[in-house]
């Protein structure tokens, strides 16, 4: 027995020195709980709503009103032509839209129905149908409302309403996961493949060979990593080609202008592969850092699946160092919403930025490890 | 070992008051060595006593804080890529691509220094003969002994001629007759003038070295041949010279 408690006592002893290990541990299932718990949720909340009203009497200001006062929705206010909405909802400054038919109010009061078009972001399939119904029930309440102190109303009477999407007219739900997936399969080659191919050189200490023999740092390691630069660009043509040919997911914008965009956001991988593989000394710890420290983020706080808008603070600030959250909006823009440079500039500036520090980083403490 | 004609050889490693420091702590304080052609000196030193930071900076990889040191005739502040083609380096892994074929690890680590494809496949031809191992050219280096891996390790490290070679501890988990086949392979390549500078825990290997130093604490505290190591310390083996040495700095300090 005494034997048996030493055993015990030695693997604890294993588990409280190595804080790699504790980490995982401990911290996983916090974070795992806190991410799952908070950004998991096809609820949504703060969606940017943009109206155009003909009318603007105080029938359609009590509608609006209604929908901005909800809690899962913001105003941006009136547009004047369907043009501007279009344009919204291209740079992505709404994600629903209500269009009221000219004399909205003078039918409703008159002949006790109307129309109402609410047009819905369908990029993503999920929210989508969640903004859908939610709009739903604030005209339905508003309808109610209205006509409680006229006469109860005839089934036929009422607020028709005309949902449409736009981008993703049939809701299909691969159309969402396709950049997803490109994003994610671009992290785990990229990123998973370079930081373990390069540890692995470490653990068989052929690394140390290398470095002593005149192959400067920077032919080392581009060296290493051209292989999956290619790899992965490979990886992006195969499943664009396959989401067209299988899926009939469009490319509706530059397909040039796409891969221009991969290449930028595999160069980021890559970076974030040779940062990770200079801070680890095994395989496995390099893995752990991969998986934990990207799959999961690239997942769950780009906006992959769950809305970034719906959830915590914290959160929302936190995807804005995920970087295929910025790679998700450009190559949605440029696939289902078919715009051009001129709508994502800014979220490529920021990948740049983020590509340039990151391989500066990582090429530095590639050399540091020499010193 | 007898004692070479070295007036008439001329110095490859030159080392004055090579210090290096990281932060507070002084790794290496202040060595001054030197070794001719064709000498093969035992670097040798307890774990931690600063021989690898030593190495590190003879090789190129790591910039000293203070002193002087030529390798090669190169100075290891200004001219360390120079340094890094003139010297060969294995390891204690004996680091081969386990995954690739015995020619193929030749091919690569002599394209890694510039040789040509021609002078790639004329080397491999001798270099396999000599070891024997024209069998195995095509085979990977996952299905071979590690006495045979050790061999080739070194051979390769020699592939581009270097002046001097170093070894980090290259008999590491080698069972004795195969070590001493090893040490027949030093001899040879030392005979054939190339310089071997070899780390070793082993201290019946520190005999058959030309000249050995003993680091202890980042300082070099015994340096000679293995006899006149002996005679200072008044001991008869080299293995009682070095725990002299440590017992004398465990009491200092």
């Given at each position: 027995m005494g034997s048996f408690r030493g055993f015990i006592v030695k693997e604890f002893h294993h588990i409280f020195r190595d804080y790699r290990t504790l980490v995982i541990l401990f911290g996983m299932p916090v974070i795992q709980l806190i991410l799952f718990g908070y950004a998991i949720r096809n609820e949504v909340s703060d969606i940017q709503v943009g109206f155009l009203d003909p009318v603007r009497d105080e029938l359609t200001m009590d509608l609006k009103t209604r929908i901005d006062a909800s809690s899962y929705f913001i105003s941006k206010g009136d547009y004047d032509t369907l043009d501007d909405i279009e344009r919204a909802f291209q740079d992505g400054t709404i994600r629903e839209a209500v269009v009221f038919e000219p004399d909205f109010s003078h039918k409703l009061r008159h002949d006790g129905s109307a129309s109402l078009s609410v047009i819905a972001d369908g990029t993503n399939p999920n929210i989508a149908n969640t903004m859908n119904a939610y709009t739903l029930v604030i005209v339905r309440d508003f309808q109610r409302d209205l006509l409680a102190d006229d006469t109860p109303a005839p089934a036929e009477r009422g607020i028709v309403i005309d949902s449409r999407m736009r981008f993703n007219p049939e809701l299909k739900s691969i159309f969402l996961f396709v950049p997803g997936l490109i994003a994610l399969i671009l992290m785990l080659v990229s990123a998973l493949m370079t930081s373990i191919t390069i540890t692995r050189e470490k653990e068989l200490g052929t690394m140390e060979i290398l470095l002593v023999s005149p192959l400067k740092p920077i032919q080392i390691i581009v060296g290493k990593v051209l292989p999956y630069f290619l790899l992965s660009f490979i990886n992006v043509s195969t499943i664009l080609v396959l989401a067209r040919l299988v899926f009939h997911i469009p490319i509706r914008g530059s397909v040039l202008l796409l891969l221009a965009e991969c290449l930028l956001f595999i160069l980021c991988a890559l970076s974030l592969g040779i940062l990770i593989s200079a801070k680890s000394k095994t395989q496995q710890t390099a893995t752990m850092i991969s998986l934990s420290g990207l799959l999961l983020p690239t997942i769950i706080l780009s906006g992959f699946i769950f809305p970034i808008d719906s959830m915590p603070k914290i959160l929302q600030v936190i995807s804005h160092i995920v970087p295929a959250k910025w790679f998700l909006i450009i190559i949605r823009g440029i696939m289902l919403k078919g715009v051009g440079f001129e709508y994502f500039w800014k979220e490529t500036l920021i990948l740049a930025f983020m590509t340039a520090v990151l391989m500066t980083a990582s090429i530095r403490s590639f050399k540091i490890r020499l010193d | 070992m007898a004692a070479k004609d070295s007036s008439t050889e001329r110095v490859v490693i030159d080392v004055r008051d090579l210090t290096r420091r990281f932060g507070d702590f002084t790794a290496v304080d202040s060595i001054s060595f030197s070794v001719k052609r064709g000498e093969i000196l035992g670097f040798l030193g307890a774990n931690g006593a600063g021989k690898t930071t030593a190495i590190r900076m003879l090789t190129g990889l790591l910039e000293p804080s203070s002193g002087d040191a030529t390798v090669a005739g190169f100075d290891v502040y200004r001219q360390r890529e120079a340094i890094k083609k003139?010297?060969?380096?294995?390891?204690?892994?004996?680091?081969?691509?386990?995954?690739?074929?015995?020619?193929?690890?030749?091919?690569?680590?002599?394209?890694?220094?510039?040789?040509?494809?021609?002078?790639?496949?004329?080397?491999?031809?001798?270099?396999?003969?000599?070891?024997?191992?024209?069998?195995?050219?095509?085979?990977?280096?996952?299905?071979?002994?590690?006495?045979?891996?050790?061999?080739?390790?070194?051979?390769?490290?020699?592939?581009?001629?270097?002046?001097?070679?170093?070894?980090?501890?290259?008999?590491?988990?080698?069972?004795?007759?195969?070590?001493?086949?090893?040490?027949?392979?030093?001899?040879?390549?030392?005979?054939?003038?190339?310089?071997?500078?070899?780390?070793?825990?082993?201290?019946?290997?520190?005999?058959?070295?030309?000249?050995?130093?003993?680091?202890?604490?980042?300082?070099?505290?015994?340096?000679?041949?293995?006899?006149?190591?002996?005679n200072q310390f008044e001991v008869s083996s080299m293995d009682d010279v070095f725990i002299r040495l440590a017992r004398s700095t465990s009491q200092s300090s």
């Open positions: - | 003139n010297i060969g380096y294995m390891s204690q892994k004996f680091s081969l691509y386990e995954d690739l074929t015995v020619f193929e690890n030749i091919r690569f680590y002599g394209g890694v220094y510039g040789l040509t494809r021609a002078t790639i496949k004329s080397k491999s031809d001798e270099l396999l003969e000599r070891l024997g191992l024209q069998h195995a050219r095509d085979h990977r280096i996952s299905g071979l002994p590690l006495g045979w891996r050790q061999k080739l390790a070194f051979s390769v490290a020699l592939l581009h001629e270097p002046e001097i070679v170093f070894l980090d501890e290259p008999t590491g988990g080698v069972d004795p007759v195969t070590r001493r086949q090893f040490w027949d392979l030093i001899y040879e390549t030392a005979a054939n003038g190339v310089t071997v500078f070899a780390t070793t825990h082993y201290m019946d290997e520190a005999e058959y070295c030309d000249r050995v130093s003993i680091m202890v604490d980042g300082r070099i505290e015994a340096y000679g041949t293995p006899n006149a190591l002996k």
